[in-house]
């Protein structure tokens, strides 16, 4: 325990990386979840952790703290990339379109499942032209765009009619694998680091809580959303009672960036704007406070479950916590190093008061509203 009061918990690892691995051998791209949403529900009842879903399959979790208003949320996300049938060609084969946002680069070679209304086959993502020796150069010259794209299944389709005779349909689901690689040196390769990786940290979070028997002054609820890849996420999860949530997620460690693979990125603001001001901070004094290894980040081309929330017409505010990755949303690399300290600081978040208290009013006076610094700053001469 430190001078705050709060305990910096010992996350278990073991149960992290398992968690992660299992997380990760479940196929969930958008719109095709239900499989890794009742595995998260198995878990929820095995922790004890009681929980509520959405029609669709959105999960509300909840750890009781000393009161039940402000409370808070922690959020990540279960669906993934993917792709979806476009036509069935004459050549036997599947064009496709992405789910998500990614390129048709990372595309190209991928062994991924089709899941059929009979059944689920396996296939390979290939370019048009895939034959060296058919084509020679034009391998290397064709575009890279996902109408360049087929899949070919295995199966005996060569023709549409033998496509239709095994089950395919335009809209089939299609899963892409992970191709998972845990190292010894902490580093874990895989697709769909994002945001496996964010729930897993959730609940290695919520268990060292647990574990330990530490008090929460809110009720503290993970939410696990459904659909963060195609912009919607946390837009119907949330409950009026949530004044704050803090959104895990990725950060990218590219050219021009400020996240790392190791420690824990605290987003700044993302392509929708600044985050929350008081909640940000919080969460910087609480990583300045047990010394967490962390950095700032900002981020262009990206969007999470924040936005979602606050699309959604939820006045909350809002954070962005990150694991470091490289390579986002193609094959990606982190190291438990990050995932260690993001869990952490999410144990911590969750035993300390709200950001703000005047957050359990909605509307209301003036009253302790607070205020952002503004005056000058003390230059120390050296």
């Not at 845990?182 to 945001?195: E, M, Q, T």
């Not at 021009?256 to 605290?266: D, K, L």
């Not at 262009?300 to 949303?329: K, M, P, Q, W």
Request: hydrophobic content about 40%; aromatic content about 8%.
């Amino acid at each position: 325990m430190t001078r705050t009061g709060i305990v910096r918990p010992v996350i278990d690892m073991d149960y992290l990386t398992g968690l992660l691995r299992r997380l990760l051998e479940i196929p969930s791209p958008t719109g095709y979840t239900d499989q890794i949403v009742h595995f998260c529900g198995d878990e929820l009842h095995r922790l004890g952790i009681p929980f509520e879903l959405t029609r669709r399959g959105a999960i509300r979790a909840d750890l009781a703290g000393r009161q039940y208003s402000p409370d808070r949320a922690v959020v990540a996300h279960l669906d993934t990339l993917g792709a979806q049938v476009k036509m069935l060609k004459a050549n036997g084969r599947l064009e496709v379109v992405s789910i998500g946002t990614w390129s048709a680069r990372f595309a190209e070679g991928a062994r991924c499942t089709v899941f059929t209304d009979k059944g689920s086959y396996r296939g390979t993502i290939l370019p048009l032209k895939a034959s060296g020796h058919t084509f020679n150069e034009e391998i290397d010259t064709q575009p890279v765009a996902w109408t360049n794209l087929e899949i070919r299944v295995d199966a005996r389709c060569e023709t549409l009619e033998a496509l239709q005779a095994h089950g395919f349909n335009v809209g089939d689901f299609v899963a892409i694998d992970p191709q998972a690689e845990f190292n010894a040196s902490g580093f874990i390769n895989s697709r769909h680091l994002d945001d496996k990786a964010g729930v897993a940290v959730i609940f290695a979070a919520a268990k060292a809580v647990l574990d330990a028997k530490l008090p929460l002054p809110v009720d503290c609820h993970l939410l696990l959303t459904i659909s963060e890849e195609v912009g919607s996420g946390a837009s119907s999860v949330l409950h009026k009672d949530v004044a704050e949530m803090v959104t895990i997620d990725n950060g990218t460690t590219a050219m021009g960036q400020n996240s790392r693979e190791f420690g824990v990125t605290v987003a700044m603001a993302d392509s929708t704007g600044p985050f929350d001001y008081h909640l940000t901070h919080k969460l910087l004094k609480l990583c300045q406070q047990h010394n967490i290894e962390h950095q700032r980040d900002v981020f262009r081309y990206y969007r999470c479950d924040s936005a979602a929330a606050i699309e959604a017409g939820n006045d909350i505010r809002t954070a962005l916590v990150c694991f470091g990755i490289d390579s986002s949303h193609g094959y990606e690399r982190i190291h438990a190093d990050s995932l260690r300290s993001l869990a952490e600081l999410i144990a911590l978040y969750m035993q300390s008061d709200v950001a703000i208290p005047r957050d359990r009013v909605g509307m209301g006076p003036m009253g302790a509203f607070p205020w952002q610094p503004t005056a000058p700053a003390k230059v120390t001469e050296e």
